[in-house]
């Protein structure tokens, strides 16, 4: 059993549609961010960087003690290696999957959780930070769909690297994307879009946060984070 410790973010998203996809038995934590459940002492022991997505593995491969997991990439790595799925054996195509799903922990995320925050969330607009981080939304769009030109799924065969870069994209006209220009990522999108258990995760989420909007209390705990008292 894996418990997953849960809110309906992009990264979220990712765990969810995993387990979904293989059929592993989970059982869901929601961790309310906006009300500041991730800094409660029992989760950041499990996540001490206070983000979720977070599993416990009660049933490790190795026959041992519970292990926990923290960082999307790397939980989306440990539960295909730990059930043999969506992340290929051979060299090559392994190291295919692994690039881009860094690809996604280190550009596609970081850069257009700045585009959702400057866009969507600055109480201020900021037209230099806008223009900058929309223009590197475009920019990313461009290398998905320059990837996407001759292959069905990022890395040839459907896998994490797919999981881990669709939520990002869902938001897309928040981000002042138009898919559209990018033709090879919209074929790709709507392929996954479609998908029973990518349907399934985002089902699940609509049922956990019934009210997933910004508040002015939410966005003091959300962006208003700075240094944090030892614990």
């Known amino acids: 059993m894996i418990d997953l410790y849960y809110w309906t973010t992009p990264n979220g998203h990712k765990i969810a549609i995993f387990l979904e996809e293989t059929g592993l038995p989970y059982a869901l934590k929601p961790v309310d961010i906006g ?39 790397a939980i989306l790595q440990y539960l295909a290696e730990k059930t043999g799925l969506l992340l290929p054996q051979e060299l090559r195509a392994r190291t295919e999957v692994m690039q881009w799903l860094f690809w996604q922990m280190g550009n596609l995320g970081p850069l257009l959780g700045q585009n959702h925050h400057f866009v969507q969330y600055a109480p201020e607009k900021i037209p230099y930070a806008i223009e900058r981080y929309v223009k590197e939304a475009e920019r990313l769009y461009s290398v998905l769909d320059h990837r996407l030109a001759d292959r069905e799924f990022i890395a040839g065969e459907y896998s994490i690297a797919d ?22 990522a919209q074929r790709w999108f709507q392929s996954m879009k479609a998908r029973p258990a990518v349907i399934r ?31």
Do not use: C, M
């Open 35 to 73: 009300k500041g459940s991730q800094f409660e002492a029992a989760f950041l022991k499990i996540s001490p960087n206070n983000r979720i997505p977070a599993i416990v593995d009660h049933q490790p491969v190795d026959n041992g003690a519970p292990i926990s997991v923290f960082e999307s990439g």
């Open 201 to 231: 995760a985002y089902e699940i989420a609509k049922q956990v946060n019934t009210a997933p909007v910004i508040t002015d209390a939410s966005r003091s705990v959300l962006f208003g984070q700075g240094k944090q008292p030892s614990r």
């Open 163 to 184: 999981i881990a870069a669709y939520p990002w994209t869902v938001s897309h006209r928040k981000q002042k994307i138009n898919l559209d220009e990018f033709p090879h």
